[in-house]
């Protein structure tokens, strides 16, 4: 058999025997109540990864595509707390607003820090903490309020995602600090990432912030990479 042809069956069926496996394991990351994450086996991505970087560089991308393909299955965990209650945030946006309360939800405030800052590495932590504050309308009310981060690689491709109900049952106003963690894959590329979070107020995006972050190599990851690479 003509050897493209036999790579080329090769790569159909390793695909397709990933695929069949793909969505039975979890991620590993902790659900807590109010989030919505999809199963996901770390392996299974990696391997993804590795069999499409492999076909479109002549098996020279496998290990970046495989690095790349576990981005999807990293863990990023999420947790939440109310900082201020409705009596403070109305009374707040009153004294702006001649003493009146809005018609329908109004995101009064929205702030999203990146720590440890624009400059990240492979595996070391990172913290998105976002602070609002939601005034509930007269017409309509806030009956749920939800941030949803994503993570979009050097090309723009979204990669990973993650969402978190910030609201109790019951609703209404209030304010909220919500906070993602989570660690970049080794081996992923170097390039500008962009960590966008979206807030949602019943169901519907009404805030969306982008923080770009460059990973950058550390000493010993960039000698590891420039051997791999001259393989």
Known sequence: ???????????????????????????????????????????????IGAV???????????????????LGCM????MSRQ?????????????????????EPV???????????????????????STS????????PVTEIREEFALLDPSGKEQAKKSKVLTEKGAGSGGYENRFNFKLPQGVPQGAYTIRTTLYVNGAAASTNDSKVQLVFKAREGAAARMVAAR
């Open 52 to 70: 499409v970087g492999a076909i479109a560089n002549k098996g020279k991308g496998a290990v970046v595509g495989a690095a790349v393909g576990a």
């Open 75 to 78: 863990a990023i965990n999420a």
């Open 1 to 47: 058999m003509d050897r493209r042809l036999m790579r080329s069956a090769t790569t159909t069926f390793v695909v397709a025997f990933i695929l069949s496996s793909c969505s039975t394991m979890p991620g590993g990351e902790q659900a807590a109540a109010g989030d919505t994450s999809s199963a996901c086996n770390p392996l299974v991505g990696a391997g």
């Open 107 to 129: 995101v009064n405030a929205y702030q999203v820090v990146v720590q440890p800052g624009p400059t990240i590495a492979a595996g070391q932590p990172v913290t998105i903490t």
């Open 133 to 140: 504050e939601v005034v509930s309308g007269t017409a309509t």
């Open 83 to 103: 900082t201020k209650p409705a009596s403070q945030v109305e009374s707040d946006f009153r004294k702006s607003n001649k003493g009146a309360l809005p018609t």
